[in-house]
């Protein structure tokens, strides 16, 4: 932990983010490289002292800012992320004494882009999870990689949960896993018969073949035994892709495309969100979205006078 003692406020923030909230390495990543833009911007950058922050965080100086990153070309969800994290670090910093007031409360959120990534429809997921089974015969790395192919799509987990997950994460009994979410929470998630088989073909032929000193609990492993890294699952669905012949997909689209499956098939709003691990419904209401022929058929056998 950072010795609070000779850190720089903006140092402490970053401890706080990770120790005391529990976010993920990703967030905090995310959001301090925000706030260190904004430090940069106005000078001193991350060694500002509590005396830098006092005379220089302003709400002016705040509004100049993000109106730099809109002038060249952020998206919208990067705003309102951007504005979140300058939130975040002006509300701890007023919290401990560090600021009289907090400028960020003038600051107005940039409403996010609500479209959603594509999806594949269940046809070419089908096809994705065929290529990854067929040749699954090629080797542990193989086996993994079907593995993985059918865990995400079965929970519609995050690459970063998937990593995270431990041999102790699997309930083959109750065909669930154990997901470590954002925040430290903790959830548990079905997964289907297919993603059962891909997993236990992993457990008694991949895993032991790439087991080394580093591997510890991990489920899934990298070539070299440690725990796999969440940029080689994202490199290998690009692949995987490719070879099945259909969309393109990253990590985020398989999960998005677990989702409205899900929905599309008839499944609970709450049930999803649960699933998934949103904090709100109103994220998972993204999902409902459906095309008018298919909301013309269910009205038409819905409505009694249709």
Do not use: N
């Not at 995050?158 to 990593?163: I, P, Y």
């Amino acid at each position: 932990m950072t010795d609070m003692r000779e850190s720089s406020p903006y140092e402490q923030w970053l401890d706080h983010l990770e120790h005391s909230r529990g976010l993920s390495e990703h967030t905090v990543r995310a959001y301090g490289s925000d706030v260190l833009s904004l430090l940069e911007s106005l000078g001193p950058g991350g060694g500002a002292t509590a005396e830098d922050l006092r005379s220089l965080v302003r709400p002016r100086a705040l509004r100049s800012w993000l109106s730099a990153r809109a002038a060249t070309g952020a998206s919208r969800s990067s705003l309102s992320r951007q504005t979140s994290s300058i939130r975040s670090f002006c509300s701890w910093a007023k919290d401990h004494g560090i600021l009289d007031k907090d400028p960020s409360l003038v600051l107005m959120s940039a409403r996010p882009d609500q479209r959603l990534p594509r999806v594949i429809d269940e046809d070419d997921a089908a096809m994705l999870l065929d290529h990854a089974r067929a040749r699954s015969v090629d080797g542990p790395v193989a086996l993994r990689d079907w593995a993985i192919l059918e865990t995400i799509y079965a929970t519609g987990i995050r690459v970063a949960e998937l990593c995270s997950l431990d041999t102790g994460s699997i309930d083959t009994a109750s065909a669930t896993l154990r997901v470590v979410g954002k925040g430290d929470k903790e959830r548990t998630v079905p997964f289907t018969d297919e993603a059962g088989r891909a997993l236990g073909a992993w457990m008694e032929r991949g895993r032991p073949a790439l087991l080394g000193a580093s591997s510890g609990c991990a489920l899934f492993l990298g070539r070299r035994g440690g725990r796999i890294d969440q940029r080689i699952v994202r490199t290998m669905i690009h692949r995987m892709c490719a070879i099945a012949g259909v969309r393109d997909l990253a990590p985020h689209a398989l999960r998005h495309t677990t989702a409205t499956h899900l929905l599309q098939g008839g499944a609970d709003l709450r049930a999803v969100q649960e699933i998934l691990g949103h904090s709100s419904l109103r994220t998972t209401q993204r999902y409902t979205h459906v095309d008018a022929g298919r909301l013309s058929s269910v009205y038409r056998q819905a409505h009694p006078r249709a």
